[in-house]
């Protein structure tokens, strides 16, 4: 390398990266990927984070592939503004080389064609943080909208009508896999060695559909077990649950979320026209959260039993779901077409509760985020702590929906309110569960619209989440 007095470090060319959106390479003189130890970007811009973050060099080595002349990915970059680049490179011979410019992003066509508008209510501020955001729209071939945002709504990544998953990874594995079809709606689970991820999955020999669980290894895209749920669960329990519409009676059990417990080697489906499900991976069903009506006599041991805050079990029509139980004190609600049900502690989950056909009627319009607690030696469930119920109609999703804890908070996404036959939104808060104060607040407002002959399909917010930068590089 060039004694550093002598060189000149010129940036000599700005290049559109056309792999990942709101992203450029620039190209720098007289440095080589090999003499380089650590890189480091910062990203900022008027009424916008500033987000701070390290590249990681061996990702990089594949455009990296000229003599003297080192490529960087600026990332994060303002979508439609311009953003302050600081770019800090340190060599292996330890010289300090500082860049600063500036790169401007406009808009593409295609992003303001099809994004809801977006108004922040609050926010505050943390560090290196952005905000993921699936928005699925209502419009042909069904694209999807990946976006990460700041905490002013400034989007810092997107991608729109994506078949691979460009914001945050994902997976790659043949498909379908052997007489399986993988549900590439519902994301899988990755397991610690990475080398392993549980799925759903249907079997292309029979009719009905997303009733296995599948655990893959990566390594030689094999099946290393098939959890059969037409063996665990009733196939006919569908048309006891919802009475209104003529469901696809091959889509018995519709599963929306699965979460892997490493306790105890066991998974919590979350299964929206049955209920949530603990069941272990050698397939053997642990218990059942789900109102008690129409469960035949053989799962009754499996059912958890509804309890308030003494421990007392509640009366037969809130363990079936008639009713519900409400004290000064408490209150217990089973939920209803749920979605993200996800372990919060050893005996704590958490769950957005969309609430159609609540009771099993169509009176009592609210979804929630919820808490409850589990007893699994006394096959018990009490309900800790609830948001959402007092905002009625206001929060009430027909179906998506998630949910994140995060520390203290929960992180809710009521992913589509129908205000009109026009509009739709959706209304995702950061929730302190200690005050239930609103830490932050965004609302996406839809307007796409496609009726259907059974129903109508409205543009959504399918996942939402907070991510850290360093999740990301």
Request: net charge neutral; with cysteine; proline share 2%.
């Amino acid at each position: 390398m060039k004694d550093k007095q002598q060189t000149t470090f010129n940036i000599i060319n700005f290049e559109k990266n056309k792999i990942e959106h709101l992203e450029t390479i620039i190209s720098i003189q007289h440095l080589n990927i090999k003499d380089i130890k650590k890189i480091n970007v910062e990203v900022s811009g008027e009424e916008a984070d500033t987000i701070n973050y390290d590249v990681n060099i061996s990702t990089i080595k594949d455009i990296n592939t000229e003599k003297d002349i080192l490529k960087i990915p600026i990332k994060y970059l303002i979508a439609g503004k311009k953003s302050n680049v600081v770019l800090n490179i340190l060599t292996q011979n330890n010289t300090n080389i500082k860049k600063i410019f500036q790169i401007e992003e406009n808009i593409p066509s295609d992003l303001k064609k099809h994004l809801h508008d977006m108004k922040i209510i609050k926010t505050r501020t943390v560090k290196n943080r952005l905000y993921y955001f699936e928005i699925a729209l209502a419009i042909e071939n069904t694209p999807t909208v990946f976006l990460l945002i700041d905490n002013n709504g400034n989007i810092r990544s997107f991608s729109v009508n994506s078949t691979s998953y460009e914001i945050l990874p994902r997976y790659k594995i043949s498909n379908p896999l052997g007489q399986y079809i993988l549900n590439t709606e519902r994301e899988p689970i990755f397991l610690k060695d990475k080398k392993h991820l549980i799925t759903i999955a249907s079997n292309i020999s029979r009719k009905t559909i997303d009733d296995f669980i599948l655990e893959i290894d990566l390594t030689n895209n094999k099946i290393v077990k098939a959890i059969d749920l037409t063996k665990i669960l009733d196939v006919n329990r569908l048309i006891l649950l919802d009475t209104t519409y003529k469901r696809d009676i091959n889509d018995w059990l519709h599963p929306n979320s699965i979460f892997y417990n490493y306790d105890d080697n066991s998974i919590i489906l979350s299964a929206r026209h049955q209920g949530i499900f603990k069941i272990k991976m050698d397939g053997t069903l642990q218990w059942i959260l789900s109102p008690h009506k129409d469960w035949k006599e053989k799962y009754q041991i499996f059912l958890l039993k509804a309890i308030n805050s003494n421990g007392t079990i509640l009366n037969k029509n809130i363990q079936d779901g008639i009713e519900n139980y409400k004290t000064k004190e408490d209150e217990f609600e089973w939920c209803w077409e749920q979605h993200s049900a996800k372990i919060m502690n050893k005996t704590n989950i958490i769950v957005f509760d969309n609430g159609f056909k609540r009771n099993f009627n169509d009176k009592q319009i609210y979804s929630r985020a919820v808490i409850y607690k589990i007893d699994e030696k006394n096959m018990t469930v009490q309900q800790l702590w609830q948001y959402g119920k007092d905002l009625q109609c206001d929060f009430f999703s027909v179906c998506g929906g998630s949910i994140y804890n995060y520390e203290n908070t929960l992180f809710v996404n009521s992913g589509i309110i129908i205000q009109d036959n026009e509009f739709t939104k959706s209304i995702i808060k950061e929730i302190d569960i200690t005050t239930n104060k609103i830490l932050f607040e965004i609302i996406l407002t839809g307007k796409n619209i496609i009726r259907m002959p059974t129903h109508n399909l409205f543009d959504r917010t399918t996942d939402a989440r907070i991510v850290n930068i360093d999740e990301l590089n």
